[in-house]
């Protein structure tokens, strides 16, 4: 597969195409330039690499939406594909414009971290708020300060009867007061009911430091053969595994750091036993890179197919494979 001035030219097309119509689907770009699908997604991806093109966190269907910086508010034109309690979080924070977090409903606070594409979380008095997309922060602190003042009201203060009190009032309350008292702070109170509670509080943290000990043991324990030799392979060339997503039998899903010219690369690492890697593979995991906006690095005992060859020579570092020994 050669990668010429068709293929620039082919790219350069796709950023005119998403230029002129805005926010694209992969289908709009196969469709346009008359190329497979799976192409065209390569194409998306490898300019998504090169920080020309920035991903949605909306999806229509399965897929996010590819768009150029400076079209993010275009992305309000499919809030309808969200899900009911999203699309309703984002109508609620478009009409107000800006949202107290802690006044909101549950299951509207949650949607609220959802919708990252409309809704941008920033803080006003030590209070966590959000804002819509079209409101910048400045004016979203102002909205705050208008709400507030409209919300103040003047307080009547009304002002007690002052009765004359006389010196056998003032005992007559005094002297249940200082026998409570007396009643409540004893040598005993101290001591008989403090002690007990330290030495529960101490045997309940060492019965927890245990239970942690016996799981962390029985998961190092439950490593299978397959998912033991990915983390030898981290170990024997020097990748960081900064977080564990999943690890079956047979698969291994993780985030790992790469160190390139003193610079740390994070890379969405899947590991599969198979027999052979084909084109198709390569293409499913590259999607998962997309969802994650992150470049792959495919492990497997099998060996690529020769058009997997191609392939991951027309990718370049969007998805790389390593063989497992």
Not at 227 to 243: A, G, H, I, P, R
Not at 249 to 278: P, Q, R
Request: hydrophobic content about 40%.
């Amino acid at each position: 597969m050669e990668r010429g001035n068709s293929v620039l030219d082919q790219r350069e097309k796709i950023i005119s195409f998403i230029k002129i119509r805005g926010p694209c689907l992969p289908v709009h770009i196969s469709q346009h330039l008359k190329i497979d699908s799976l192409l065209a997604s390569a194409m998306l991806a490898e300019l998504l690499s090169d920080k020309r093109l920035k991903l949605s966190n909306l999806r229509v269907g399965n897929s996010p939406l590819y768009y150029l910086v400076g079209q993010e508010f275009q992305i309000e034109n499919f809030y309808q594909y969200l899900p009911n309690k999203e699309k309703e979080a984002f109508e609620i924070l478009k009409d107000k414009g800006v949202l107290k977090d802690a006044d909101q409903l549950p299951a509207i606070r949650v949607a609220l971290r959802s919708i990252k594409d409309f809704a941008f979380p920033f803080q006003h008095n030590n209070e966590l708020y959000w804002r819509f997309i079209k409101i910048n922060e400045g004016n979203a602190s102002e909205l705050i300060q208008n709400t507030l003042t409209t919300q103040i009201k003047p307080v009547q203060m009304e002002i007690p009867i002052v009765r004359k009190i006389l010196p056998e009032h003032i005992e007559r309350v005094r002297e249940p007061l200082v026998q409570k008292t007396v009643e409540m702070i004893t040598p005993e109170s101290i001591f008989t009911k403090e002690e007990p509670k330290k030495a529960s509080l101490i045997l309940e943290r060492k019965v927890q430091e245990n239970v942690l000990k016996s799981t962390k043991s029985k998961k190092e324990k439950n490593k299978s053969e397959f998912v033991s030799k990915v983390y030898e392979f981290f170990e024997n060339n020097s990748l960081k595994l900064v977080k564990e997503i999943s690890a079956k039998k047979k698969e291994f899903t993780g985030i790992i750091n790469v160190e390139n010219n003193g610079k740390l690369d994070s890379y969405l690492c899947i590991a599969k036993e198979k027999k052979s890697v084909s084109d198709k593979d390569l293409m499913k995991h590259l999607q998962l890179g997309q969802k994650e906006n992150l470049p792959v690095l495919f492990i497997s005992n099998g060996d690529a197919s020769k058009k997997a060859v191609e392939w991951l020579d027309y990718l370049g570092n969007v998805i790389i494979y390593r063989k497992l020994e």
